[in-house]
C-alpha cells in the first residue's frame, strides 16, 4: 500500500565463515559418533546443504539428528541469519 512501510530484511551470508562453523561444529559431535564424517557443505543464497555419510551409512533418523543439532547452533550463533532453509 502506498505510504505504509513495510520492513525489508537482507542478511548476507558469509559462506566461508559458515562452512567453517559448521565444520567445526561437526568435528566436536563426530567425537562421540566417529562412525560418521562430513562429506561437503553448500551455501547457495540463503539455502544451507550439508551431506554427511558414515562407515556404513547414514540413515534418515541420523540425518535429522544432525539437521537439528546443526540448527540448534545456526540459531545461537546466528551466522546465516534467520532467513535460512
Known amino acids: 500500500m502506498r505510504g505504509q512501510k513495510v520492513p525489508f530484511f537482507f542478511t548476507v551470508i558469509d559462506t ?6 559448521i565444520a567445526r561444529w561437526l568435528d566436536d ?3 562421540r559418533e566417529p ?8 551455501v ?8 554427511l555419510d558414515g562407515d ?3 540413515t534418515v533418523d541420523k540425518c535429522g539428528e544432525y539437521s537439528r543439532y546443526l540448527e540448534s ?10 532467513n535460512y532453509i
Open 35 to 42: 562412525e560418521f564424517f562430513l562429506v561437503d557443505v553448500k
Open 73 to 82: 547452533h545456526l540459531d545461537e550463533a546466528m551466522l546465516a541469519g534467520v
Open 56 to 58: 556404513r551409512g547414514i
Open 16 to 21: 566461508e565463515a559458515v562452512k567453517l562453523k
Open 29 to 31: 559431535r563426530f567425537m
Open 44 to 51: 547457495q543464497g540463503r539455502k544451507i546443504t550439508v551431506y
